[in-house]
């Protein structure tokens, strides 16, 4: 049975992280208490432990870490938090599995608005909730002015494989296996980058961040045999492209035409002088699928809300050099390479 | 996306090649030199080199600011960014470009300098105006293009009265660098034939069509003033082409969409007022050449780096095995440097043209690699 409330006063969110926020005493505690399990409220968080206690699950566990260090912290279609949910949600996704628990670290700058935080913590609790996976340890240190940049988050998420699923894996794609995409690429790097660079379009470009679990689910129930699964972050779709070809020791031949990029993210793409291909997505999926698989596979990505925009890009190909290969609008072929040096910093 | 896809259709480019293949006299070579990276890069994008026909050769020019700039002068702004208490802001480009010892702004960064990546000279005076503790230098390099935003840079800094802005000027003159190569010793020779030029459409906006009359008159090269879309390039090709065929050498322009006969006079305004020739400036590949470089007229010295610090300048020869220059210089192609994707590659770069989005090497190895690659393709073993 709890005592009194050891927090009188509520915590003033018009101040700014102190030192004394991550301290261990108790203005820290009152920090973890009203503002992150206050947002993030869920039984395991309810014990107020350092640690969380789960049942195992019956089937092979995924596990994963990322760390957000994302600039500007706020962008068009989510923030830091809402980012730090979806990506690690997705990389445990990515293996074909379910995600069950989430674990945030906060590493926060002094000085950072506390109201800022609260905007950072209440998208993270929203994204956990609408994905159903709680959010059920976590940790909040505090470094001084000048050596952070305001909050930098790091989640680790397990999930489970559901019997009966082959884990898909970046050395799995076969010469004639098909391609497939979600939806149209490049959204969540040209948002943060038209918002840096105060670009405005006719249209607002917002990052397509997301939890792509569900969908993933759908597939794997049409498909218990994807071969591989990747979310393209930094350096897109390109560059996971490469990333896949080096694992299987395959090529692939891409269509041009056929890789979905919305008009006005071309645009921004053409004026920043950058390829979309390249560029960062947060709730896009690529699928490696054997060609017998294909249809029911994209079939059912397009039947989901997520996936609607899905198409058919391309086919791996035997290719000992492992080249990506475009066959271009334009007619020509050329190479989609690894992408070198740093097209968009701090994209995620 | 309007007015850039109408310029990317594949099948009029096809047919305009053709015209190309059925204009072109078999008995004769055509040499036509595109001066621009950027057009170099299109070439490569859009594999427009294969669908000319053999006789119609494209020597890639010195046309990439980050590739022509010499070692030293990159060297002297990692000295100056590894001053105490000094911000260097510099192009994305410029960061990865191999210095004296392969040190380049990124290593440099990393063990400690204070380099930042800007898109733009304005991007620098706004860093200059948050940082007021700090000395902001922009590495200013580019042909006429980029030049009008530096010297906007400067003029905005005198009217704010902004004391920690300056500028390290390294700006080129295109006009200079065909000049140089179509009085090199190697043309003198015959070992560079240049019968024509795609003039860099973009420069043109700023310097109009005037400034290649001379070429046109003098060194009786026809000129086609060029877009950057595949069929600006490829409408470019054949205007010389037919002008060849008729002997005549005038200056054309493909580029009308964008680029008249003066030029922007007010961005030339702007440089007339801040800049002046240098006597004479190094450049890769091309050598020292007389006034063929801008620095800031004396009355800015106040934000001209040069004058503000102590520089000195240290000419260092490029890597041995590196044919930078004589590729800049129409000399060789990519594929002829020995260390063309083998020592030399984005990743590790050895040379400036390995680097830049316009240098002609990252050109070859980006979109072109699997037509020059040992290994066949799987689609060519069957063909």
Redesign the interface.
Known sequence: MRTRNPFPKKLDLTGRVELTHGTGGKVMAQLVEQLFAAAFDNRYLAQRNDQAVVEPPVGKLVMTTDGYVVSPIFFAGGNIGSLAVHGTINDIAMAGARPLYLSSAFILEEGFPLADLKRVVDAMAKAAMQAGVPIVTGDTKVVERGKGDGVFITTTGVGVIPVGVTAPSGDRAKPGDVVLVSGSMGDHGVAILSQR?GLSFETTIESDSASLHTLVADMVTVCPDIHVLRDPTRGGLATTLNEIAWQSGV?FKLEERAIPVK?QV??AC?LL?IDPLYVANEGKLLAIVAPHDADKVLAAMKAHPLGRDSARVGTV?????G?V?LE????????L??L???QL?RIC | ?RF?EEF????V??QVAAQIAAEASADREYKIMEFCGGHTHSL?????I??LPKNVEMIHGPGCPVCVLPIGRLDQAIALARQPNVMLCAY?DM??VPGKDRVSL?RARAQGANVK?V?GANDALKLARANPDKQVVFFAIGFETTTPPTALAVKTAQAEGLENFTVFVNHVLTPSAIEAILGSPEAQEGRIRVDGFVGPGHVSTIIGTQPYDRFARDWKKPIAVSGFE?LDLLQSILMIVRQLNDGRHEVENQYSRAVNSVGNLKAQRLTEETMELRPSFEWRGLGTLQASALKLRPEFAKWDAEARFTMPYEAVADHKACACGDILKGLKKPTDCKIFATAC???SPIGSCMVS?EGSCAAY??????RT?P?P???RRTA
Do not use: K, V
């Open positions: 660079e090529g008009p071309a645009a053409e002088g190909i035997e290719d000992e050099n080249f290969q271009t609008s334009f007619g020509g072929s050329r190479i390479d690894w070198a040096g740093e910093p | 996306m850039i990317r259709d594949g099948s480019a096809r490569c994008r859009y594999g427009l294969e669908l994305g960061m990865r990124m990546m898109f595949p590659t984005p990743e989005p190895y980006l979109y072109g690699r699997h690659s290994t393709e799987p689609e």
